[in-house]
């Protein structure tokens, strides 16, 4: 999944709208967010961190395999 497809998914789960997240992260309008996810490179690492935050998510990283440490991302 790519940061646009996560967010979507979240947003969805929660059953969030774009202009409800809007808010949430101080922004004017819906057209922000959608702005920022429709972004054909993908969006900046701490955009997609601020948004899960949020939206109650935090991101965790670890190895592929094996390991069992693992470090959460801190906004």
């Known amino acids: 999944m790519n940061a646009k497809e996560i967010i979507d998914a979240a947003r969805n789960a929660d059953k969030i709208t774009q202009k409800e997240l809007a808010k949430a992260l101080g922004m004017c309008s819906q057209q922000s967010v959608g702005n920022m996810l429709a972004r054909k490179n993908g969006m900046r690492i701490d955009n997609f961190l601020k948004i899960l935050d949020v ?12 390991e069992s440490e693992e470090w959460k991302v801190e906004v």
Request: glycine share 16%; aromatic share 8%; no cysteine.
């Open 55 to 66: 939206m109650g998510y935090e991101v965790v990283v670890r190895k592929k395999l094996g």
